[in-house]
T-cell receptor
Framework: AAGVIQSPRHLIKEKRETATLKCYPI?????VYWYQQGPGQDPQFLIS???????DKGSIPDRFSAQQFSDYHSELNMSSLELGDSALYFC????????????FGSGTQLSVL | SQQGEEDPQALSIQEGENATMNCSYK?????LQWYRQNSGRGLVHLIL?????REKHSGRLRVTLDTSKKSSSLLITASRAADTASYFC????????????????FGKGTKLTVNP
């Protein structure tokens, strides 16, 4: 069965650079969630989209932005990267804002040097 | 803010033993879920328990929920080396139309090691 696809799997950037993370939800899933997980930490909610509109916002820095496109894939844009942005970034999807079971991708490991 | 807190933070047991992990949260919830994460990988949904349920079983998993104490426990029976992973609880407070939010809030997780 198709799963949530995230790309790239690994990303290495320098401080002050920009990065774009992509997420392709499971087919027919219209809701996407982004989470950030630091080493040894719990996943922290960043932002979510339902039907291409932002549905909720968490601890996402102003340097980050995200959107959901007409094909329901989502992109997380990160600018002016800082060392503290190094983390595993997960995307999860569900259908109709249903939070009873989120399907997670394998994540993008971002390292800022 | 609503936050699940797991204890213990780390648990090491022998194969065949039972593992119990606990989670506490702060606000009212619609449901509570448990997820498993292998090192550096995505989270996998294990089981969901609704606020009006007290206990639920799925295979070797048993989840309890005490809404009066705002706590939940996950029991893995007859553990196997393959159960080695981090386990997180996540709470859903019902969505914006119920005064909540459209997100799951994760706790800090318990790192379980099952030794062969």
């Amino acid at each position: 069965a198709a799963g949530v696809i995230q790309s790239p799997r690994h990303l290495i950037k320098e401080k002050r650079e920009t990065a774009t993370l992509k997420c392709y939800p499971i087919p027919r899933h219209d809701t996407v969630y982004w989470y950030q997980q630091g080493p040894g930490q719990d996943p922290q909610f960043l932002i979510s989209f339902y039907e291409k509109m932002q549905s909720d916002k968490g601890s996402i820095p102003d340097r980050f932005s995200a959107q959901q496109f007409s094909d329901y894939h989502s992109e997380l844009n990160m600018s002016s990267l800082e060392l503290g942005d190094s983390a595993l970034y997960f995307c999860a999807s569900s259908r109709d804002l249903a939070r009873e079971k989120l399907f997670f991708g394998s994540g993008t490991q971002l390292s800022v040097l | 803010s609503q936050q699940g807190e797991e204890d213990p933070q780390a648990l090491s047991i022998q194969e065949g033993e039972n593992a119990t992990m606990n989670c506490s949260y702060k606000t009212s919830i619609n449901n509570l879920q448990w997820y498993r994460q292998n090192s550096g990988r995505g989270l996998v949904h294990l089981i969901l328990i609704r606020s009006n349920e007290r206990e639920k079983h799925s295979g070797r998993l048993r989840v309890t929920l005490d809404t009066s104490k705002k706590s939940s426990s996950l029991l893995i029976t007859a553990s196997r080396a393959a159960d080695t992973a981090s386990y997180f609880c996540a709470t859903d407070n019902g969505g914006v139309d119920k005064g909540g939010s459209e997100k799951l809030v994760f706790g800090k997780g318990t790192k379980l090691t099952v030794n062969p």
